[in-house]
């Protein structure tokens, strides 16, 4: 019979333990398909005794995941701890130089170190995969490595985290307010530890990361990323998008232009008849756009026990096969700097005002961003509440540097009430 592929898992908490559940529930299936058996050795986690509701007792057991990863009998050594340093990148990095493969859910380390890591990688003649790492059970990183190989891709957009578009889609069809549902995703165990991962956009730059250097060919970035999370997006705003035909998303977009390589995560209105803009709940999405495929869109669930350990046996599948790709797609020497955008593409935005109630507040708008460059499609001003009435403008295109100098004049005059709000809109 062919040698088993032996992994040790590092993190038994929702999806190491979906892991556990596949290579119990689907043995013969995985060795059916790739030729040999899949089979836990050992494993990690902090707490030995903790009732996980699967059957553990077969492997043995590492209280440190470097130990772990060290081990003699183990292949792939499987890392679901999380966090960009601390143990998971001690042990990764030791995995590699003791000669196992890894598979790692873990965007934030790979977003951070993992330049150096893919080297450390390829240097040991050893594979890093990450499917799980970004939007959970969709296999983006395998259609861009893969199926999309043939392509010169020209733009990676989509909607990462499913917290957020939770958020987003249930402002509108509960009429509740964000703070409300940031409340309720707490309690239902929807945000992280440090919730401004979710809603700060942070968890979903450091998948736009990944992403963008596969389909550019570039060094992860994670710096080079423009993030806005969604704190600032309110009823109103779901409102009155709708009424021009467009929705909220946390939005992902990484393109390489003449000004550089683009990369953003924010708040963005997107056609409410598009893919992403009929997304719902929970759900993620990745757009890709290839000069040979023209575009195709990937949608599935973001996150949850059964679809992230379903990408993270994906990867152990290929490792089974002997399947051997580069970390980001090429060899992590060729990967290049990111140069990034001086200053994004231009669109047209969606500002909201308030404006003060005073004699030649809309005209001095007006002048205001006329002298600054940005020319007004359409605008519309709603009923007063107290002293101050919301408007809201639809810009021709512009770029956002333009934008942002005519805000700085909207904010000295004495006509515009709190903070401007300002949205791209992007076609898709």
Known sequence: MTQALRLGIAGLGTVGVGVVKIVRRHADLLQAR????????????????????????DYAWETDPVAL???????????????EDG??????EAALAHGKDVVTANKALLAIHGQELAEQAEAAGRVIRFEAAVAGGIPVIKSLTEGLAGNEVTRVMGVMNGTCNYILTRMQSQELGYNALFEECAQLGYLEADPNL???GIDAAHKLALLSSIAFGTKPNFD????????????????????MGYRIK???????TARGLEQRMQPCLVPSDSPLGQLEGGTNMVVLDGDAVEQIVLRGPGAGEGPTASAVMGDVC?????LNIPTFGRPAATLQEAAPAV???????????????????????AAILGDAGVSIDRMRQYGHSESTAPVLIVTHKTTRTTLNHALDGLRATNVVAGEPVALRIEQV
């Open 87 to 92: 143990p998971a990148r001690a042990s990764v």
């Open 198 to 200: 979710d809603v700060g």
């Open 34 to 57: 790739t030729g040999r058996p899949i089979e836990i050795t050992a494993v990690s986690a902090r707490d030995a005794n903790k009732d996980r509701g699967v059957n553990l007792s």
């Open 318 to 322: 290929d490792l089974a096969r002997g």
């Open 343 to 365: 200053t994004g593409l231009p669109a047209p935005y969606y500002l909201r005002l308030g404006l003060q109630d005073k004699p030649g507040a809309l005209a001095k708008v």
């Open 69 to 83: 990863a060290k081990r003699d009998d183990i292949d792939v050594y499987v890392e679901l701890m999380g966090g």
């Open 250 to 256: 946390l939005l992902g977009v990484a393109q390489r």
């Open 224 to 243: 080079g990323i423009e993030i806005e999370g969604i704190q600032q997006i309110s009823l109103d705003d779901i409102h009155q998008a709708h009424d």
